[in-house]
């Protein structure tokens, strides 16, 4: 009967996929554009990689001269030169690995895209701009062996690969061993993810790799996988904000504790995105260039700002678009 739910809920998935308008995916810098010293340059989070970019056309067309907005994605070319002067870099990936180059001994980039806030271990000389509001959830296979709901504590029990939950017929799906995976280790999707299913420790069936909210990867093309996802990115990917690569693949989203993620017009389900499944989507800064009063101050302030250009109508509705939600608190600021 579960097993039965799965497939319809899979099918109105794909329904809202299939009405979607294509729209080419942007990466990195434009070819042969390299970002002058002075820019705003960032680099970390996949999630929200494509937004960034997004935003950062928007924002440039608004403006004459330098400082202009850049944006590096978490995957590509193994090494980056992130702007003019600095020299080839390993390429961050993930929110931990762009915090991480944030704070570097004489680093580059002058924000971090992060998918999630501050943890232990994080500079309290870092600010977190708040912009947009997502949700995590798990995600199978369309037509695969997964139910279509599974609660906090069986999610839980799969990923510490408890005895006697390893199989989809515990969970009320169809027979097949489950293979639950998860994102590199920098990942802000895995740590938030993990953390809301009560940081299990993780079992010996547990597989760590695939690049987080890329459906396409081969390793999670199994009827039997079990696979965190940004329920905004999803969501943006269907409404066309894809690639090759950069793409759900056939992987559909499903409910926790009776929640689904997405509304029945295919976006992010407020409700899901509760204090537990939840999350806000900050820019991370270091706080003396924030408040600073030279350009660089002045231009991060005018992009990531409460009435910079990410917090306007135009930043907002690319929000949506991308399929996160627009938080009140837009602009808002916090630290460890």
């Known amino acids: 009967m579960r097993h039965t739910a799965a497939k319809a809920f899979a099918a109105v998935a794909m329904t809202a996929a299939l009405t979607a308008v294509a729209v080419p995916a942007m990466a990195d810098p434009a070819t042969g ?14 999630t929200t990689q494509a937004l960034l970019n997004q935003f950062s056309v928007d924002y440039n067309a608004t403006v004459s001269g330098t400082p202009k907005l850049y944006s590096w994605d978490a995957t590509g ?10 020299a080839s870099i390993t390429r961050p990936n993930g929110s931990g690995a762009g915090i991480a180059a944030l704070n570097a001994a004489g680093s580059p980039f002058d924000y971090a895209r992060s998918s999630r806030g501050p943890q232990t271990g994080d500079l309290p000389s870092n600010l977190f701009v708040a912009f947009g509001k997502d949700a995590v959830t798990w995600s199978a296979q369309s037509g695969g062996h997964a139910p279509a709901n599974l609660t906090t504590q069986d999610l839980y029990d ?48 547990v597989v760590t790799g695939p690049q987080e909210n ?20 999803w969501v943006g990917q269907a409404n066309g904000h894809k690639d090759a690569v950069d793409d ?15 509304t029945t017009a295919g976006t992010l389900n407020p409700t899901f995105a509760n204090p537990v499944y939840g999350r806000v989507l900050y820019n991370v800064v270091r706080e003396a260039d924030w408040t600073s009063t030279g350009a660089k101050g002045v231009a991060l302030r005018a992009i990531f700002g409460s009435t910079g250009y990410l917090c306007s109508t135009a930043g907002k509705a690319s929000t949506v678009s991308y399929g996160y939600l627009a938080p009140a608190a837009c602009g808002s600021t916090i630290h460890i």
């Open 33 to 46: 554009t390299v970002p002058a010293a002075t820019d705003i340059v960032g680099s970390g989070s996949d």
């Open 77 to 86: 070319s193994a090494t980056i030169t992130p702007k003019s002067g600095a």
């Open 158 to 205: 799969i990923y510490s690969c408890t005895v006697n939950k390893t199989n989809w017929s515990n969970f009320g799906g169809a027979a097949g061993t489950i293979k639950p995976y998860l994102p590199q280790i920098n990942s802000g999707t895995r740590s938030f993810f993990l953390k809301a299913i009560g940081n299990p420790t993780l079992g010996a069936c």
């Open 214 to 233: 890329e459906g396409t990867d081969t390793l999670l093309n199994d009827p039997d996988v079990i696979f965190p996802y940004s329920v905004g990115h």
């Open 248 to 262: 759900k693949g056939n992987l559909t989203l499903r409910s926790i504790n009776g929640v689904a993620p997405l």
